[in-house]
């Protein structure tokens, strides 16, 4: 089993238009560098500085990863994180 | 109750318990009826409170027209404050939203300008801007940056719920503008030493998402990370299966955005049960299920509903 990542419909010229990619790695940095391995460029678009970028929320398993641990938070197997750019409601 | 006005009545809004969907005798969860406000919407707070705030600062006077980038529910909300204080109101408004919103709009004199589905509302916002740079008459009051917006919440919905449940310990809304989770959040924050103050984000179809560019995202001004504890993405799958079990649990009759609310308010509960706290979990029912009858999304199994709803803005 590995990591199921959700890539929003902007970055899957990265991905080969694939909705969904595995990746591994025990923290979402390793996770985003293993993607990055795989699909070159992507992860420019996800991090700047080290840091998530503004725009860009991921969630693991639904919760914002920023209220977790950011880059650091864990990941497990059998996890999903999804990638989506920040939006308006109201 | 006795008002002397419409307006007059705004807030002061029931606090109801929820004994079939609350997980356990010591962990509650809590509905805070919204949508028994005089327009049906959580919004008539902030709608009502931007408007005389713009009064007292002299920048709306009789006669004024008054732009918003709205989904709907604020622009209702202004349009019934607008109509009675006489007032122009100019909604700008992303195509995907449900027709009632629409109808309701024009039936209390708002007009529409439609902005593309694609984008949703960082479209709307984008359009609105553009219009009030060239028409500096209008007046903006821009519902994303006013901090009267969070301050309604901070002065009457915060206060109302600690009043009626001084045992609080979470509270759980709708992200959109974020005024409500920044006003009751620090409202609740400066009264009950470690509640939970918790976002539940609508995650929508792709087509909402489709064209936007991760460089060019919105984030509302209002915002501050600071006031949450944490922060869900809730689909609409989720959302329409739990405004479902609302219904028929409870009774209550709600729109989609309160499925998702309910929806991380029962995840934060079954995690209190887990660890064995007692909990009373408050979350916001943002408005009644009427105004999205026509999307489909109470007939017919889950499946059916959410494809329905696939590309709609339904909080």
Same mark, same amino acid.
């Given at each position: 089993? $590995?990591?199921?990542?959700?890539?929003?419909?902007?970055?899957?010229?990265?991905?080969?238009?694939?909705?969904?990619?595995?990746?591994?790695?025990?923290?979402?940095?390793?996770?985003?560098?293993?993607?990055?391995? $795989?699909?070159?460029?992507?992860?420019?678009?996800?991090?700047?500085?080290?840091?998530?970028?503004?725009?860009?929320?991921?969630?693991?398993?639904?919760? &914002?990863?920023?209220?977790?641990?950011?880059?650091?938070?864990?990941?497990? &197997?059998?996890?999903?994180?999804?990638?989506?750019?920040?939006? $308006?409601?109201? | 109750?006795?008002?002397?006005?419409?307006?007059?009545? +705004?807030?002061?809004?029931?606090?109801?318990?929820?004994?079939?969907?609350? !997980?356990?005798?010591?962990?509650?969860?809590?509905?805070?009826?919204?949508?028994?406000?005089?327009?049906?919407?959580?919004?008539?707070?902030?709608?009502?409170?931007?408007?005389?705030?713009?009064?007292?600062?002299?920048?709306?006077?009789? #006669?004024?027209?008054?732009?918003?980038?709205?989904?709907?529910?604020?622009?209702?909300?202004?349009?019934?404050?607008?109509?009675?204080?006489?007032?122009?109101?100019?909604?700008?408004?992303?195509?995907?939203?449900?027709?009632?919103?629409?109808?309701?709009?024009?039936?209390?004199?708002?007009?529409?300008?439609?902005?593309?589905?694609?984008?949703?509302?960082?479209?709307?916002?984008?359009?609105?801007?553009?219009?009030?740079?060239?028409?500096?008459?209008?007046?903006?009051? @821009?519902?994303?940056?006013? !901090?009267?917006?969070?301050?309604?919440?901070?002065?009457?919905?915060? !206060?109302?719920?600690?009043?009626?449940?001084?045992?609080?310990?979470?509270?759980?809304?709708?992200?959109?503008?974020? #005024?409500?989770?920044?006003?009751?959040?620090?409202?609740?924050?400066?009264?009950?030493?470690? +509640?939970?103050?918790?976002?539940?984000?609508?995650? @929508?179809?792709?087509?909402?998402?489709?064209?936007?560019? +991760?460089?060019?995202?919105?984030?509302?001004?209002?915002?501050?990370?600071?006031? *949450?504890?944490?922060?869900?993405?809730?689909?609409?799958?989720?959302? *329409?299966?739990?405004?479902? %079990?609302?219904?028929?649990?409870?009774?209550?009759?709600?729109?989609?955005?309160? #499925?998702?609310?309910?929806?991380?308010?029962?995840?934060?509960?079954?995690?209190?049960?887990?660890? #064995?706290?007692?909990?009373?979990? +408050?979350?916001?029912?943002?408005?009644?299920?009427?105004?999205? *009858?026509?999307?489909?999304?109470?007939?017919?199994?889950?499946?059916?509903?959410? %494809?329905?709803?696939?590309?709609?803005?339904?909080?």
């Amino acid at each position: 089993m $590995a990591i199921e990542v959700r890539i929003p419909t902007i970055l899957r010229n990265y991905t080969g238009g694939a909705k969904a990619v595995s990746a591994e790695g025990a923290t979402l940095d390793e996770l985003i560098s293993n993607l990055e391995s $795989a699909h070159p460029g992507i992860k420019e678009r996800l991090v700047d500085q080290g840091n998530l970028r503004r725009f860009v929320n991921v969630y693991l398993n639904d919760e &914002d990863v920023r209220f977790l641990g950011g880059l650091g938070t864990p990941v497990a &197997d059998g996890d999903t994180v999804t990638v989506l750019p920040a939006v $308006a409601g109201g | 109750m006795r008002f002397d006005s419409l307006i007059e009545s +705004v807030g002061r809004t029931p606090l109801v318990g929820l004994p079939r969907l609350s !997980p356990a005798p010591d962990v509650r969860i809590w509905a805070k009826l919204e949508d028994r406000n005089p327009t049906g919407s959580i919004k008539d707070r902030p709608a009502l409170w931007m408007i005389e705030q713009a009064e007292k600062d002299g920048l709306l006077t009789p #006669g004024c027209t008054i732009l918003e980038p709205t989904s709907g529910n604020t622009g209702i909300s202004l349009a019934m404050s607008a109509k009675l204080k006489g007032y122009r109101l100019i909604c700008v408004m992303p195509e995907n939203t449900s027709e009632e919103r629409r109808q309701l709009l024009r039936m209390w004199g708002a007009e529409i300008i439609s902005s593309p589905a694609a984008g949703g509302s960082n479209e709307a916002v984008r359009r609105a801007k553009e219009l009030a740079a060239a028409n500096p008459s209008w007046v903006m009051l @821009y519902q994303y940056g006013n !901090p009267a917006n969070w301050r309604s919440h901070y002065e009457t919905t915060g !206060p109302e719920i600690l009043a009626d449940l001084p045992t609080v310990t979470h509270f759980v809304a709708g992200l959109g503008t974020t #005024g409500t989770l920044m006003g009751v959040g620090r409202f609740l924050r400066e009264h009950v030493p470690d +509640v939970r103050i918790v976002a539940a984000e609508p995650r @929508y179809g792709e087509l909402v998402y489709g064209l936007r560019n +991760v460089d060019e995202g919105f984030i509302p001004e209002l915002y501050d990370e600071s006031v *949450l504890t944490t922060r869900y993405s809730v689909g609409s799958a989720d959302a *329409l299966r739990r405004t479902r %079990e609302l219904l028929a649990g409870e009774g209550i009759f709600a729109g989609v955005s309160t #499925g998702a609310a309910l929806h991380a308010a029962l995840g934060v509960a079954a995690k209190a049960v887990k660890a #064995g706290e007692r909990a009373d979990v +408050v979350f916001v029912v943002a408005d009644g299920g009427w105004k999205y *009858l026509s999307t489909g999304a109470y007939e017919g199994t889950l499946d059916e509903a959410e %494809e329905r709803l696939e590309g709609q803005l339904w909080a």
